[in-house]
């Protein structure tokens, strides 16, 4: 069965500051997909990555960025200097087939304040 | 653009009522599907369908029916609303990524 485990259930920093997001995931697939979405206040879900399982290069997006480790079955997400747009809900999701369904973690809260 | 699309963003109804949430995709996907989000509990699969017709059972189906009739439309039921069905209710359609529709925030009193 798959999982994915977000352990930090609620971030507060102060804007300026970086941030990581910790996912972990548990999969017996060779192939599969890795998310980050996020949810502002508004609700909607905003796709933010996705990678598979084969490709390990870290990726830099302005300031988001994101680690995969298959060797700790990880995905972090670093997101430099942070802002008070930044607050929302993170989630972490895995799929075992593309454009499958997505196994989500429980989601991190981050409150960036000013 | 892409575009999934629920039918209400805000419910509110009373035990015992049956309940519809529409969701539409304008992509021609054949995928489609139904979570539940709920606090602390991140996004839970209830059901999804593979095309018209086809319905697939995922974690927690209980208390829900799904319908297919058409492609680009997929309908969530709640037979009888139930106040531990209060939750918001993401529709999604995926092709490169998940599409998400904005959700469907359901109280039942």
């Known amino acids: 069965a798959q999982k994915v485990t977000q352990a930090q259930t609620e971030i507060s920093v102060v804007e300026k500051e970086d941030v990581t997001l910790d996912c972990v995931y548990e999969t017996r697939d060779t192939t599969y997909y890795l998310f980050w979405y996020k949810q502002p206040p508004s609700g909607e879900l905003v796709f933010l990555i996705r990678?598979?399982?084969?490709?390990?290069q870290n990726e830099i997006s302005g300031r988001y960025s994101w680690n995969f480790q298959k060797s700790t079955s990880s995905f972090n997400f670093t997101i430099t200097a942070s802002q008070v747009v930044d607050s929302a809900v993170y989630f972490c999701?895995?799929?075992?087939?593309?454009?499958?369904?997505?196994?989500f973690g429980a989601g991190t809260i981050l409150r960036v304040k000013s | 653009d892409v575009k999934v699309t629920q039918s209400s963003r805000y419910l509110v109804k009373r035990t015992g009522e049956k309940v519809f949430l529409e969701c539409v995709q304008d992509?021609?996907?054949?995928?489609m599907f139904w979570y539940r989000q709920d606090p602390g509990l991140g996004l839970r699969l209830i059901y999804f369908?593979?095309?018209?017709?086809?319905?697939e059972k995922g974690d927690i189906p209980e208390g829900y029916s799904v319908s297919r009739e058409k492609k680009e439309r997929f309908s969530l039921i709640l037979e009888s609303a139930s106040t531990n069905q209060t939750s918001m209710y993401l529709c999604a359609s995926p092709w490169e990524t998940q599409y998400f529709g904005p959700g469907t925030r359901l109280l039942v009193l």
């Open positions: 992509m021609d996907h054949e995928n």
């Open positions: 999701a895995l799929s075992g087939e593309y454009g499958n369904k997505l196994v």
């Open positions: 369908s593979y095309d018209v017709k086809m319905k």
């Open positions: 990678r598979n399982s084969f490709d390990e």
